[in-house]
């Protein structure tokens, strides 16, 4: 049984940080492409970021230079780091895998809640 469980989730000051995880189990976690995504009140789920089983990593452009995605193989576990925070980045973030070669996601975590006041 495949599961990406999210945590790190909270209410953070806008300039704050938080680091979410996303702990996977039940895939070959090295071989996966792991994104991350988020979706806020109203609005349509949006991509934050992406890194490859080689840790390369791509992000929207709304988060870059303040977010970055690490992965660390041996634990199964993919992160989050979010510093500079805004209200706008208020959302659930939700963690996905997909294989290498596909292109969609093949399996999604439950989400964490990340609130930012304005």
């Known amino acids: 049984q495949v599961q990406l469980v999210e945590s790190g989730g909270g209410l953070v000051q806008a300039g704050g940080s938080l680091r979410l995880s996303c702990a996977a189990s039940?895939?070959?976690?090295?071989?996966?492409?792991m994104g991350w995504y988020r979706q806020a009140p109203g609005k349509q789920r949006e991509l934050v970021g992406t890194i490859t089983s080689t840790s390369t990593t791509n992000y929207a452009d709304s988060v870059k230079g303040r977010f970055t995605i690490s992965r660390d193989n041996a634990k199964n576990t993919v992160y989050l780091q979010m510093n500079s925070l805004k209200s706008e980045d208020t959302a659930v973030y939700y963690c996905?895998?997909?294989?290498?070669?596909?292109?969609?996601?093949?399996?999604w975590g439950q989400g964490t809640q990340v609130t930012v006041p304005s």
């Open positions: 039940g895939i070959a976690f090295s071989f996966y492409v």
């Open positions: 996905a895998a997909r294989k290498w070669n596909r292109v969609e996601y093949d399996y």
